[in-house]
Nanobody
């Protein structure tokens, strides 16, 4: 059974940084496409960043340069480093794992960025 557990969210002032962690079990992060998505109140869930099996990464255009996705194969963990945070980054952030047609989600972690 795949389990993804996010942590690292919280309240931060604009301009600050946070690092989110997605600890995976029941799967191997290095053989799947792992991603971070976010959902703000009243909005649809949107892609933040992806890291593929070969380590290549993709980002939402609006977040390039501020957010970095990475993976620690030994810890079976995926990270999202978020810098220069803005109030509009406030959302619940979800970890996702895609392996062929199978998709799994974590429970999410709240990130709140104050003015």
């Amino acid at each position: 059974q795949v389990q993804l557990v996010e942590s690292g969210g919280g309240l931060v002032q604009a301009g600050g940084s946070l690092r989110l962690t997605c600890a995976a079990s029941g799967t191997i992060v290095s053989i799947a496409t792992m991603g971070w998505y976010r959902q703000a109140p009243g909005k649809q869930r949107e892609l933040v960043a992806l890291i593929a099996r070969d380590g290549s990464t993709n980002y939402a255009d609006s977040l390039k340069g501020r957010f970095t996705i990475s993976r620690d194969n030994a810890k079976n963990t995926v990270y999202l480093q978020m810098n220069s945070l803005k109030p509009e980054d406030t959302a619940v952030y979800y970890c996702n794992r895609k392996y062929y047609a199978l998709s799994s989600w974590g429970q999410g972690t709240q990130v709140t960025v104050s003015e």
